[in-house]
């Protein structure tokens, strides 16, 4: 397996710590691919997380929200068949899948239909940390935002 040594760019930064291990982390555990997911940005300030979670119902599913994390587990019920399993060939496992979220990421709303976990995101920046125009000579605040991604905009 072909690991990234990030110890040189440890050595010559500060306060990327978490970008870093965030990096091993995920290099750790790609090969991990149950359930498949999607990441959909569906605008500037939102997102949406699709699962695949097939013969999973509401109850068997736990979704967390903390700060800069989403945690979505699976637990599998053990389910008794009338007939003898020749072939089993769908998953049946229960599963952990964790997202980083960016800072002011929170989860806007959770629903489950057709076997999938759809989970839509919006970033909301408090407006303290919202770039402001300063103007020279006076005490005016005019916020300016961009119409893209909330980087400000020269007015």
Known sequence: MNRTDFTPYRRSTVGF??????LENNARNAGDNYPPFNIERRGA???RITIAVAGFRPADLDITAQ???????GSKRDEVTEGEMLHVGIANRGFERRFELADYVRVDNADLADGLLVVDLVREVP??????KIAIGGTTLEVVHSKDDGEANAA
């Open 17 to 22: 710590d978490r970008l870093f291990d965030l």
């Open 45 to 47: 300030d939102a997102y």
């Open 67 to 73: 700060q800069n994390l989403l945690t979505v587990k």
């Open 127 to 132: 407006e303290a940390m919202k770039p402001k």
